[in-house]
């Protein structure tokens, strides 16, 4: 069993910068890759960023390619997505995913693991 408790969201200003985190804890962190996903009021679940479990595989939505770095530090158990540029299109619940089978996941159903997400809010 792996649980995952993500935290950094908040309200923020168009153009502004978060941080998110995701601290894993139950199994190995190294075992599994981690991913990011956001769900906006009204829509489906989508896919951010995703880094495989050695931190060498590293995908990133269309939407949020040149704005978001996804990193990981396996000794911390932990992963962060670096969000700079912000606009009021990204605003949504942020959810922390893992998967111990897939090597780089993108889609929700790869994922085992999910956290309970954090909100990010883009004001304009």
């Known amino acids: 069993q792996v649980q995952l408790v993500e935290s950094g969201g908040g309200l923020v200003q168009a153009g502004g910068s978060l941080r998110l985190s995701c601290a894993a804890s139950g199994r190995t962190f190294s075992n599994y890759a981690m991913g990011w996903f956001r769900q906006a009021p009204g829509k489906e679940r989508d896919f951010v960023s995703g880094?495989?479990?050695?931190?060498?595989?590293?995908k990133y939505a269309d939407s949020v390619k040149g704005r978001v770095t996804i990193s990981r530090d396996n000794a911390k158990n932990k992963v962060y997505p670096q969000m700079n540029n912000l606009k009021p299109e990204d605003t949504a619940v942020y959810y922390c995913?893992?998967?111990?089978?897939?090597?780089?996941?993108?889609?929700?159903?790869?994922?085992?693991?999910w956290g309970q997400g954090t909100q990010v809010t883009v004001s304009s």
């Open positions: 880094i495989s479990w050695g931190g060498d595989i590293i």
């Open positions: 995913a893992a998967s111990t089978w897939v090597a780089s996941p993108m889609e929700s159903w790869e994922y085992e693991y």
